[in-house]
T-cell receptor, first 112, second 113 residues
Framework: QKEVEQNSGPLSVPEGAIASLNCTYS??????FFWYRQYSGKSPELIMS????GDKEDGRFTAQLNKASQYVSLLIRDSQPSDSATYLC????????????FGTGTRLKVLA | DTGVSQDPRHKITKRGQNVTFRCDPI?????LYWYRQTLGQGPEFLTY????????KSRLLSDRFSAERPKGSFSTLEIQRTEQGDSAMYLC???????????FGPGTRLTVL
């Protein structure tokens, strides 16, 4: 079992729709969770962090965390073609080193 | 620009050559991380520093790889006797405290011929 799992996609949504991206993780002791956006050939860009159960909203983005079920999700409202990218889920396991474990990413395509 | 910077942005080398990459973190960040990313994969952790101390190295970091962070400022990652399997994007990230957001530099893309 991979430590952080994401569906590789592509996930295609029409412009203006809600995109829902999911991530599951194996280390139940994980404390910190992050979503990054990565355009082709570029480096990861931080979108959001979430540390406690529930929802966290920032503009068009909402991160959701459920530690009991070991999943974290990202909702993108009013999706735009410029949101087309790979979305990486990163988890900081309870290892004491504070390194991130990344999923393989979900490729999102927003269709105009 | 006060973000993380990396140099060079691209490096093409022949198998067996040594290469060195540099990372300058955000100035107030005392933690610095190196990751490697290959096509279709997420970044994989290589090593990290708190100030000048290298506190963890991944098993991915073979004896051909070495990293330093003298004086707790910039960091270098050296790969000796490069192999074609070393071709990847090498990413540097920094954070100001444990457990908080890491910010990535633009990366160095290495191609080993």
């Amino acid at each position: 079992q991979k430590e952080v799992e994401q569906n590789s996609g592509p996930l295609s949504v029409p412009e203006g729709a809600i995109a829902s991206l999911n991530c599951t993780y194996s280390d139940r002791g994980s404390q910190s969770f992050f979503w990054y956006r990565q355009y082709s050939g570029k480096s990861p860009e931080l979108i959001m962090s979430i540390y406690s159960n529930g929802d966290k909203e920032d503009g068009r983005f909402t991160a959701q965390l459920n530690k009991a079920s070991q999943y974290v999700s990202l909702l993108i409202r009013d999706s735009q073609p410029s949101d087309s990218a790979t979305y990486l889920c990163a988890v900081e396991p309870n290892s004491g080193s504070y390194k991130y474990i990344f999923g393989t990413g979900t490729r999102l395509k927003v269709l105009a | 620009d006060t973000g993380v910077s990396q140099d060079p942005r691209h490096k093409i080398t022949k198998r067996g050559q040594n290469v060195t990459f540099r990372c300058d973190p955000i100035s107030e960040h005392n933690r610095l991380y190196w990751y490697r990313q290959t096509l279709g994969q997420g970044p994989e952790f290589l090593t990290y520093f708190q100030n000048e101390a290298q506190l963890e190295k991944s098993r991915l970091l073979s004896d051909r790889f070495s990293a330093e962070r003298p004086k707790g400022s910039f960091s270098t990652l050296e790969i000796q006797r490069t192999e074609q399997g070393d071709s990847a994007m090498y990413l540097c990230a920094s954070s100001f405290a444990p457990g908080v957001e890491q910010f990535f530099g633009p990366g160095t893309r290495l191609t080993v011929l």
